[in-house]
Each structure stands twice: as structure tokens, then as C-alpha cells.
């Protein structure tokens, strides 16, 4: 069971992810710099994944809630 609060709504649960495709997103990469194809994932919402995964991590080991703030 997971808790989440997204913009002041507290969620308790089982949260429910899309499946992802890996091949296509390095495929989506390669045409990005080869036919200056439009990127699926932008640089800032891969790093404010990591961050979330950071925060994540953080706040198991801590057994706290941490904020998450990004621009």
C-alpha cells in the first residue's frame, strides 16, 4: 500500500502505472538526434523522476514524509 498527496488530496493505496517500452523510448532518442524528431520524455521530466525516486528512498529510510518541489 502506497500513501500519495497530490495537490492537497491524500490517497491511500495501490497505484496503477502504465506499462512502459524501453526499445521505444531509445528508439524516440536515436531519431531525436538523427531527424531532429521531437523528444517523448524532456530532460526535465526525467530528472524530476529521478528526484522523485531520490525523495522516495529518502523517506523510507527516514520514515518520514518528504516534500517534492520542482519548477
Known amino acids: ?3 500519495l498527496v497530490i495537490n492537497g488530496l491524500h490517497f491511500w493505496g495501490k497505484i496503477e502505472t502504465l506499462p ?3 526499445p521505444a523510448y531509445y528508439k524516440n532518442i536515436y531519431n531525436a538526434i ?3 524528431e ?3 520524455v524532456k530532460p526535465e521530466e526525467a530528472r524530476n523522476n529521478i528526484r ?3 525523495l522516495a528512498m529518502q523517506s523510507n ?3 518520514q514524509t ?3 518541489y520542482h519548477k
Open 52 to 54: 522523485i525516486i531520490e
Open 34 to 36: 538523427v531527424n531532429k
Open 38 to 40: 521531437e523528444l517523448m
Open 1 to 3: 500500500m502506497y500513501f
Open 61 to 63: 529510510s527516514k520514515k
Open 20 to 22: 512502459g517500452c524501453y
Open 66 to 68: 518528504l516534500e517534492f
